[in-house]
T-cell receptor
Framework: AQTVTQSQPEMSVQEAETVTLSCTYD???????LFWYKQPPSRQMILVIR??????QNATENRFSVNFQKAAKSFSLKISDSQLGDTAMYFC????????????FGQGTELSVKP | DVKVTQSSRYLVKRTGEKVFLECVQD?????MFWYRQDPGLGLRLIYF???????EKGDIPEGYSVSREKKERFSLILESASTNQTSMYLC?????????????FGPGTRLLVL
C-alpha cells in the first residue's frame, strides 16, 4: 500500500524568511507523480507544484521549489521569501501512473506566516 | 478557469437521515472524486468516477454511495447518516488521459451529523 507522511503538523515562519515542509512516501511503484497542494483558510485547495518521478531535476514555481530525493522517497517543499498569503494548510500527495488519477494525501502541515 | 462547485458550504443533519452532497464542474472533465478531510488524517478518497454511470471505490467507501448521471455532476450519498460521518467533504475533478493531471477542488461541504 502507498502511504504519504507529513511529520510536521504545524509550522510557523516570519515574513520574508524561508521555510521547508517535509514529506516522505512509501511505494514499490516506479512511475508516479508527487504534488504539493495548498488550502488557505476557508478557501479552495489549489495546486502549488508538481514533480514527475522520472525527472531528476527539482520542480520550481516562483518562490516554491521542491527537493525530490527518489531513493530516500522524500519530497520536501521550500517556500522562499514567505508572504502572509502563504498561510495555509499544505498537503503532500502522490499519484501512481495510470491508476485513474487517484491522489493519496499526507496528513497536512499547517503553516502560519507571522508579520 | 476551472470551476468546481458544491451545493452547500455547511450542512446539519440528524442521525439516520439520507444526505445528498452535490458537485458540479464546468470544464468537461472526465474524472471526478469525493474525499473526506479530517484533522490529522488529511484527505481520504471515498469514491471516484471516470465516466458517466461509472464509479470506483476509494479507500473508505463504507456508508457512502455515489451517482453520476451527467458528466458534469457527481453526487455523494450518505444512505443513513451517522455521527462518525461528521466531516469536511471535498469534491475534485480532472482530465482523463494525461498522467499526472491536476485535480481541481471545490470549496468543500462541512457536514455535522447530530
Amino acid at each position: 500500500a502507498q502511504t504519504v507522511t507529513q511529520s510536521q503538523p504545524e509550522m510557523s515562519v516570519q515574513e520574508a524568511e524561508t521555510v521547508t515542509l517535509s514529506c516522505t512516501y512509501d511505494t514499490s511503484e516506479n512511475n508516479y507523480y508527487l504534488f504539493w497542494y495548498k488550502q488557505p483558510p476557508s478557501r479552495q485547495m489549489i495546486l502549488v507544484i508538481r514533480q514527475e518521478a522520472y525527472k531528476q531535476q527539482n520542480a520550481t514555481e516562483n518562490r516554491f521549489s521542491v527537493n525530490f530525493q527518489k531513493a530516500a522517497k522524500s519530497f520536501s517543499l521550500k517556500i522562499s521569501d514567505s508572504q502572509l498569503g502563504d498561510t495555509a494548510m499544505y498537503f503532500c500527495a502522490f499519484m501512481i501512473y495510470n491508476q485513474g488519477g487517484k491522489l493519496i494525501f499526507g496528513q497536512g502541515t499547517e503553516l502560519s506566516v507571522k508579520p | 478557469d476551472v470551476k468546481v462547485t458544491q451545493s452547500s458550504r455547511y450542512l446539519v443533519k440528524r442521525t439516520g437521515e439520507k444526505v445528498f452532497l452535490e458537485c458540479v464542474q464546468d470544464m468537461d472533465h472526465e474524472n471526478m472524486f469525493w474525499y473526506r478531510q479530517d484533522p490529522g488524517l488529511g484527505l481520504r478518497l471515498i469514491y471516484f468516477s471516470y465516466d458517466v454511470k461509472m464509479k470506483e471505490k476509494g479507500d473508505i467507501p463504507e456508508g457512502y454511495s455515489v451517482s453520476r448521471e451527467k458528466k458534469e455532476r457527481f453526487s455523494l450519498i450518505l444512505e443513513s447518516a451517522s455521527t462518525n460521518q461528521t466531516s469536511m467533504y471535498l469534491c475534485a475533478s480532472s482530465l482523463l488521459g494525461r498522467p499526472g493531471e491536476t485535480q481541481y477542488f471545490g470549496p468543500g461541504t462541512r457536514l455535522l451529523v447530530l
